[in-house]
Nanobody, 121 residues
């Protein structure tokens, strides 16, 4: 069984910062790409940023220059540093990872449970 557990969401004022973490655990052989998505009320889930196993990153235009994704492969953990937060960043943030598991030796997408980020004064 593979699980992704997120932490670090909360309420922050505009212009503030938050750091999200997502740790993968269980029967893991290897982790390929990891990513953060978000979903605001009434909107579709959207890709915020992704990072490959070798560290190549990609960002949505709306967060470029403000958000930074990183990963610690030894800890099977991905991070999202969010700076200069805006009210439009308010959403539930989901961690995603493409994981090759040890049990069945197959790769599939796994999702975290989501963490709420609210940017408001």
């Amino acid at each position: 069984q593979v699980q992704l557990v997120e932490s670090g969401g909360g309420l922050v004022q505009p212009g503030g910062s938050l750091r999200l973490s997502c740790a993968a655990s269980g029967s893991i052989f290897s982790i390929n790409a990891m990513a953060w998505y978000r979903q605001a009320p009434g909107s579709a889930r959207e890709l915020v940023t992704s990072i490959t196993s070798s560290g190549m990153t990609n960002y949505a235009d709306s967060v470029k220059g403000r958000f930074t994704i990183s990963r610690d492969n030894a800890k099977n953990t991905v991070y999202l540093q969010m700076n200069s937060l805006k009210p439009d960043d308010t959403a539930v943030y989901y961690c995603n990872a493409a994981i090759l598991d040890r049990t069945f030796y197959r790769t599939r997408d796994y999702w975290g449970q989501g963490t709420q980020v609210t940017v408001s004064s």
